[in-house]
C-alpha cells in the first residue's frame, strides 16, 4: 500500500528495519546516545538554525508537539495571536481557549492566503501581544502560507513567531532569524519519513531556558523535558522504536542531500500528479504559486464521489485523503511525502486515469 495521504507516510526498506533492531531500555546509556544523535541531526536540517536552536524530542504527534510549543514557550499571561486559514491553525486558538490563555484569533476563510493587514492591525492595536502562532503548510488545502511576509512583520514588531511546521519541516524552506522564529513544532512522520509518535519542537534555547512555570501540563512541559534532553535523558518514557527508525530516516534524509533535495524531489512529483489529475477533469483547489511542495488539493471531477474515488485507489493499492469540515463533500487531497518511488506515481495516474475514464484500474 502506497500511502498517498499527509502522514504517516510510506517506509522505506531501512526505517522499517530499525524499528525491529534490539530492545533497548530508555534509561540506559546507549538510549541517551541515540537522543543526543537524533537532537543534533534535527538542529543541523537548517542549516542557519543550528547556532541558536535547540530540539526538544517528544513521544507523541506533531499536535502534541504544536500544544506544547504554544503552553510552555508562551508565559500564561501573555497574549498569543492566531492567524488561521484551515483546521489546524483553528487548533492552535483551540488549545489557547482550552487552557484560558489569552489570544486574539484572526480567522480566513480557508481558500484564501493568511490576511496580513489583519495581523498588522492587531498588533498594532494590542501590544499585550507577544506572541504570533501560525501554521507554515496548512494540509486543510495544501496551501503554503506566505510565511516570509509575516516573519518581516514579527520581525519588525519585536514578537516572537510560533511555527507549526508540522507538515513542512524538512522540505520547505524555513527562515529561522529573519521570521523572528522562537519555536517550531514539527513531526517525524511527514517530510523526515520516520514513523507516528516521534515529535519535537526546534526551539531557540535561551527561550527554552527562560520557560520554567509557564507550562500548565505536566508531560508538554518543554523546560523540564529540556533539563534531563541536554545529557540525552528523558524524565519519560519515550518511543524507543520510533526514536530508532527516526535517526535512520534522518541518515537518509542527509545522504539524499538534505532539505533541498527533498523539497526538489516532491515538487517533481507533484507536478506529475497535478498534470494527471487536472487532465482528467479535476481542478487545483488553491493556486500553483500558493501549493506546498508535497501536498496538492483537488476538486472532485464532476459526477465522481469521494468514496468511489478512495475505495478504487485502495483497491489498486494507494492510499488519498479526503477534505475536512466545509470542504468534506467536494476534495480530495494526494500528498507525494514517504518512499515513493517515479514508479508509484506512474502506477496512480494509470489507476486515476482508469477510474475517472470510466474503467478499472489493472
Not at 506529475?272 to 500553483?288: K, M, T
Not at 467536494?330 to 474503467?359: N, P, Y
Amino acid at each position: 500500500m502506497i500511502l498517498l495521504n499527509p502522514g504517516p507516510v510510506t517506509l522505506s526498506d531501512r526505517v522499517r528495519a530499525a524499528l525491529v533492531r534490539e530492545d533497548l531500555c530508555h534509561r540506559e546509556p546507549e538510549f541517551a546516545e541515540l537522543c543526543l544523535d537524533l537532537r543534533r541531526r534535527l538542529e543541523r536540517v537548517y542549516a542557519h538554525a543550528a547556532n541558536g536552536h535547540a530540539a526538544v524530542l517528544l513521544t507523541a504527534s506533531g499536535t502534541a508537539a504544536v500544544e506544547a510549543m504554544l503552553t510552555s514557550l508562551v508565559p500564561r499571561t501573555a497574549a498569543t495571536l492566531v492567524v488561521a486559514n484551515g483546521v489546524y491553525g483553528e487548533r492552535m486558538a483551540t488549545m489557547l481557549a482550552r487552557r484560558q490563555r489569552p489570544h486574539e484569533l484572526i480567522r480566513a476563510n480557508w481558500l484564501d492566503p493568511i490576511p496580513l493587514d489583519a495581523v498588522e492591525a492587531a498588533l498594532a492595536r494590542n501590544p499585550a501581544i507577544r506572541f504570533v502562532a501560525c501554521v507554515h503548510h496548512e494540509t486543510t488545502t495544501g496551501r503554503l502560507n506566505a510565511i516570509d511576509a509575516l516573519g518581516q512583520l514579527c520581525r519588525s514588531r519585536g514578537v516572537g513567531l510560533l511555527l507549526d511546521a508540522v507538515s513542512s519541516f524538512g522540505a520547505e524552506i524555513i527562515r529561522f532569524s529573519e521570521w523572528n522564529l522562537l519555536a517550531a513544532a514539527a513531526a517525524g512522520n511527514k517530510c523526515l519519513h520516520g514513523v507516528p509518535g516521534t515529535a519535537f519542537v526546534l526551539a531557540r534555547a535561551d527561550a527554552i531556558e527562560a520557560c520554567a512555570g509557564n507550562a500548565d501540563a505536566v508531560y508538554l512541559d518543554l523546560h523540564d523535558q529540556f533539563r534531563l534532553q541536554r545529557d540525552g535523558w528523558s524524565p519519560f518514557t519515550q518511543n524507543v522504536q520510533g526514536f530508532f527508525a527516526l535517526q535512520e530516516a534522518l541518515r537518509e534524509f542527509e545522504e539524499a542531500g538534505g532539505r533541498a533535495a527533498r523539497f526538489e524531489r516532491y515538487a517533481r512529483l507533484s507536478s506529475r500528479v497535478r498534470r494527471d489529475l487536472v487532465a482528467l477533469g479535476a481542478r487545483q483547489l488553491v493556486p500553483e504559486s500558493a501549493c506546498s511542495s508535497m501536498l496538492t488539493a483537488f476538486r472532485l471531477p464532476p459526477g465522481t464521489a469521494y468514496g468511489d474515488l478512495h475505495d478504487g485507489l485502495r483497491r489498486a493499492g494507494f492510499t488519498i485523503y479526503g477534505g475536512q469540515g466545509q470542504l468534506a463533500a467536494d476534495i480530495f487531497r494526494v500528498a507525494t511525502m514517504g518512499a515513493i518511488t517515479d514508479a508509484d506515481i506512474d502506477r496512480f495516474g494509470a489507476a486515476c486515469r482508469a477510474l475517472l475514464s470510466g474503467g478499472a484500474p489493472r
